[in-house]
């Protein structure tokens, strides 16, 4: 039982560590703070690996104010976000989606994660098992033989 | 027991393997031409605009109803746009005396002084209209130019394309908006 005292410990800070870092920050955001948050979440439409947010080109910053505008007349970000996927599809969300097949790359790395600590587990319980050799009446008899033949 | 458990473990592997890369070949696409042909608003209502055109006057889909309306997407410095002038020249010319049919170029990432400029220079004569802000620009989702979107009699986008097209290719989207195959 208290062999496994450690696993439990473990299991608990990972699981704490995991649940404080993905929980959403609470307290009301400023419409800047929103506005800036969505632009960072959309992939820049006519340039390479560079968010709305970041990039200076004359479609990032018609988007940035359209979302502006968009949290003006009191849309949410769930609206604004799906505005987006509508004209342009999943492509324009830096990050996946959490649902439908966006959810696969979120789950993978927990099955690859999953996998390896079970098979970790499966490793270390065999060679735990493995049999320590004990020295037999004949093995001690042939070393005393041997020492006789020294001494 | 260890070799059947080996052997799972490559099934699995295989398996996540297989299922990751099918996933990759099917969902994911960085060419902006495959996404821009497949665009969102096909079959969907044309965003309406209301712009300025170079003529002074002022360029309104609604005013266009009940005609295909063939929205291009262009800008002055971009090469293939150039390459494709010819191509929307001579469409023009065949339907100018076409009322069931309209061509708007609208300019995209330009200045409308350099693409005024431009348009004047090339004697381009089909209706062109400036976007300030681009506003217009993001509301039919575009990628780059040129890109071309066919707007069907009923206020329907018929057919989206990235890249130039030939007149062969907008006269068989115009008689695809218009319900002839």
Same mark, same amino acid.
């Given at each position: 039982m208290r062999k496994w005292i450690p696993w439990v410990l473990l299991a608990v800070v990972a699981i704490a560590t995991i649940t404080v870092a993905a929980w959403p920050s609470g307290g009301k955001q400023s419409a800047s703070a929103r506005a800036h948050g969505l632009a960072a979440e959309l992939r820049c439409v006519d340039c390479e690996s560079l968010s709305v947010a970041d990039s200076s080109t004359v479609s990032a910053r018609a988007i940035r104010a359209d979302i502006a505008q968009r949290i003006r007349h009191g849309e949410s970000d769930v609206d604004i976000r799906a505005y987006y996927v509508g004209q342009y599809g999943e492509s324009i969300l830096l990050k996946p989606a959490s649902s439908g097949i966006g959810a696969f790359v979120w789950i993978l790395p927990v099955l690859v994660l999953g996998a390896g600590a079970g098979g970790l587990v499966v490793a270390l319980r065999r060679w735990q098992r493995t049999p320590r050799l004990r020295a037999s009446d004949e093995d001690r008899a042939l070393v005393e033989r041997e020492r006789e033949l020294d001494a | 027991m260890k070799g059947i458990s080996t052997r799972w473990i490559a099934i699995g592997v295989a398996i996540v393997v297989a299922v990751f890369a099918i996933v990759l070949a099917t969902q994911v696409s960085t060419d902006p031409r495959a996404a821009a042909n497949r665009s969102n608003l096909v079959g969907r @209502? %044309? @965003?309406? =605009?209301?712009? @300025? *055109? =170079? $003529?002074?006057?002022?360029?309104?889909? *609604?005013?266009? %109803?009940?005609?295909?309306?063939?929205?291009? =997407? +262009?800008?002055? +410095?971009?090469? @293939?746009?150039?390459q494709e002038e010819g191509a929307l020249r001579a469409f023009q010319r065949e339907h100018a005396? $076409?009322?069931s049919v309209d061509l708007v170029g609208i300019v995209r990432d330009d200045s409308t002084s350099t693409a005024g400029a431009y348009a004047k220079s090339h004697s381009l004569n089909w209706t062109i209209a400036s976007d300030p802000g681009s506003s217009v620009a993001v509301k039919f989702g575009t990628r780059g130019q040129p890109e071309t979107y066919v707007i069907g009699p009923s206020g329907v986008i018929v057919a989206a394309h990235y890249g130039p097209l030939t007149v062969a290719e907008l006269d068989a989207l115009v008689a695809r908006s218009q319900g002839v195959q």
């Open positions: - | @209502p %044309a @965003p309406k =605009f209301d712009l @300025p *055109a =170079f $003529d002074g006057t002022r360029v309104r889909l *609604a005013e266009r %109803a009940g005609k295909t309306v063939v929205v291009n =997407f +262009w800008n002055s +410095w971009c090469i @293939p746009c150039r005396r $076409d009322a």
